[in-house]
């Protein structure tokens, strides 16, 4: 079932891409799975793409100009509005192109390694535009996600390498630094903070030769893990 949020997202998307006749099969699918009308929304979506197919690269150019602000900016616009054979036979080709044809350009290097999760073309557009937070704040994202991975089931057991957690989060706080908001760079200092304290505690623990994290981390007042979801810390 869509969400009502991904129903917005499909009316917001399928009204503004109306206004483009070349763009009428797109807008006639959001509109149809707007509906509920599956079938025929992606038999609109197959014809859509039938006819993309025989545009020119600065067609479909401007196309991913058009679609990939509102995957960026509306709320889950890049879920129902943004689907598979989309991605698949024209948004991906098209970034892929463009990226090659025009590299001082950080748009579709950024579109390209946020929504197909490749990290080097992220940071190409941060090379080209140091000030692109949403490239940078994509990478973080991916950053802290990874971090809290290594540290999700402390004080049971610990998932990975502390040494190289320790490396991405120095990583990620040259790239906090360079991010252009205050209150962006307070926001993902406090996301990024609480996790590597876990892994300097678990580090230090390790070097203590204490047989047991939990104990330990009550002796010491520190904060060992995670529980349901929230931190806690150990007390006597």
């Given amino acids: 079932m869509i969400s009502d949020t991904q129903n917005h997202a499909l009316l917001t998307v399928g009204h503004a891409a109306a206004h483009s006749p070349a763009w009428a099969g ?27 197919k025989q545009w ?29 054979p989309l991605s698949a036979q024209l948004a991906k080709p098209t970034l892929q192109q463009w990226c090659a044809l025009e590299p001082a350009d950080a748009r579709p290097f950024r579109w390209f390694g946020r929504y197909y999760r490749d990290q080097d ?33 402390l004080p049971d057991g610990y998932i990975g390498h502390p040494e190289d957690d320790l490396v991405l989060g120095e990583r ?11 209150e962006r760079r307070a926001y993902w200092t406090q996301e990024l903070e609480e996790d590597l304290e876990l892994v300097r ?36």
């Fill in 172 to 182: 990620a706080r040259a790239h906090i630094d360079r991010l252009t908001s205050p």
């Fill in 201 to 236: 505690n678990y580090v230090e623990w390790k070097d203590s030769g204490h047989p047991d994290l939990a104990r330990w981390g009550m002796e010491q007042h520190k904060r060992v893990g995670y529980n349901g979801g929230a931190t806690y810390y150990y007390e006597k």
């Fill in 56 to 84: 020119s690269l600065d067609e479909r150019i401007a196309f991913a100009c058009f679609l990939f602000p509102f995957l960026e900016t509306v709320e889950d616009a890049d879920y129902g509005p943004f689907p598979q």
């Fill in 26 to 52: 797109y807008a006639a699918y959001c509109v149809a799975r707007e509906q509920g009308l599956r079938k025929e929304a992606f038999a609109h979506l197959a014809a859509f793409l039938t006819q993309a």
């Fill in 121 to 153: 073309a992220l940071l190409h557009a941060l090379a080209v535009d140091p000030h692109d937070d949403t490239a940078r704040q994509t990478l973080l994202g991916w950053w802290r996600d990874a971090l809290y991975f290594s540290v999700h089931h």
